[in-house]
């Protein structure tokens, strides 16, 4: 019974060692892979930068005439800056 104990610790470590090392293999490999074709995740970047950053304009478009409607209100009734 002993001697199917001590087949089992060791046959699980080199499982378990085998796995570690395959999937740090793979993790490596992933990255150098991701490194290399970063350029067409470059180019997605930039155009989702380019998409918030005129979203942001049409956003301090409003906020503008939102200001302009509200001291025009403020105007009317008899409030000043």
């Given at each position: ?18 796995t ?40 301090e ?21």
């Amino acid at each position: 019974m002993l001697n199917i104990i001590i087949v089992a610790i060791v046959f699980g470590s080199i499982v378990a060692l085998a796995t570690l090392i395959c999937g740090t293999i793979l993790i490596i490999v992933k990255t150098r892979t991701n490194r290399y074709s970063s350029g067409a995740t470059d180019s997605e970047e930039a155009r989702i930068i380019q998409e918030i950053y005129q979203g942001l304009e049409k956003l301090e478009g409003r906020i503008d005439a939102l200001e302009t409607i509200l001291t025009e209100g403020q105007e009317k009734d008899g409030y000043k800056k």
